[in-house]
């Protein structure tokens, strides 16, 4: 695919990451085609049990501005997957908190049905830990076994900074819905933060003790099971990523989070889902790509803060096999 074109005079005064064509100094941005769409994120909705101090998607208990997706949301991608053979293996879920979402349980076991494997990205807190879902949670992990996948949010081994994040007794009951799932042989990953100013050696042998002491049976030297994210800030001093910048900074474009997924979402007062470019970008307009996967299979441009930030210099992505 062709590099977009500068739709803008050099001579013109652009702002940082304004225009998807060339950058503020009048230099090509870099753009990731889309290598093969390996995983289908779904955002299933903002709602959240809780509201992190710094969450990209400001999820709360109040915030709606991404609707719930339903069964016949999801299946209809799904379909649109197996019938172009885009060859899809994941899905992801995604919030808010996705166990909000009454259809959760009916929407994973329709995904794992079909012979996808699912991720699923989950607080562990009350919403998952409701009688009900709990055992839904059991039948699946039961019936699918490692193709069903839980990513844990876990911001930090220790509770006093954990819970700076999200709230007093959020680390507590996360560790108890962490010791739930591992308890019934779910496969784990967690997501943890490195915005503690603390090395990787350390905070992975933290997380080692962590999960000795509790019996959580995830590996923490393992960069996939236990993902260390960088932190995503769009008012961050960051450069614009040019064409150049692949070969100054020794990075893939293929590695981008861009070049191998795409990300459903649903915006309140909408009749349908669309397709965003990524799951960091679920309310740009720029980064809305249309309706149907089709639509969505051309290139992205880099030019927001946390392509940047997260995926480019922070070397971040959401997939479980990265």
């Known amino acids: 695919m062709n590099d977009p074109k500068p739709t803008q005079s050099s001579n013109f005064l652009l702002q940082p990451f304004s225009d998807p064509a060339i950058t503020a100094k009048g230099e090509q941005r870099a753009h990731v085609d889309l290598q ?40 209809a991608y799904l379909d649109e997957i197996e019938r172009d053979e885009l060859g899809t293996a994941e899905i992801g879920f995604t919030g808010g908190e996705p166990f909000m979402n009454p259809e ?17 990205l989950t607080n562990a807190m009350q919403p998952m830990l409701r009688p009900a879902v709990r055992a839904q949670v ?27 994040e999200r709230g007093p007794g959020a680390f507590d009951k996360a560790m108890e ?12 990953n967690i997501a943890g ?7 990787e050696d350390a905070a992975r042998t933290g997380y080692s003790q962590l999960f000795l002491k509790n019996d959580i049976h995830v590996n923490p030297t393992d960069a996939a099971a236990l993902t260390l994210f960088p932190e995503m800030d769009d008012k961050a001093d960051v450069p614009e990523i040019t064409v150049d910048c692949w070969s100054l900074l020794n990075v893939d474009p293929a590695t981008m989070m861009c070049a191998t997924s795409r990300m459903v979402v649903k915006h309140k007062g909408a009749d349908a889902p ?12 720029g ?32 997939s479980a096999n990265s």
């Open 36 to 75: 093969k769409l390996e995983t289908l994120w779904f955002n299933t909705g903002t709602l959240c049990n809780i509201e992190c101090v710094n969450c990209y998607i400001e999820s709360s208990p109040k915030n709606d501005r991404l609707v719930y997706l339903t069964l016949d949301d999801v299946s």
């Open 193 to 199: 933060r490195t915005c503690w100013d603390e090395e």
């Open 104 to 120: 959760m349980g009916a929407i994973l076991e329709h995904t794992l049905d079909r012979g996808f494997d699912a991720l699923m």
């Open 138 to 164: 059991e039948k699946l992990v039961s019936k699918f076994g490692d193709k069903l996948t839980f990513r844990v949010s876990l911001d930090h081994h220790t509770a006093r900074l954990h819970d700076e």
């Open 274 to 285: 669309t397709v965003a470019a990524c799951t960091l970008l679920p309310y740009d307009e």
């Open 287 to 318: 980064f809305a790509m249309g309706a149907a996967l089709k639509e969505a299979s051309r290139a992205v441009a880099l030019n927001h803060r946390h392509c940047a930030n997260f995926c480019v210099l922070g070397g971040g992505s959401c």
């Open 177 to 188: 819905g962490l010791s739930f799932l591992s308890n019934i042989g779910a496969t784990l």
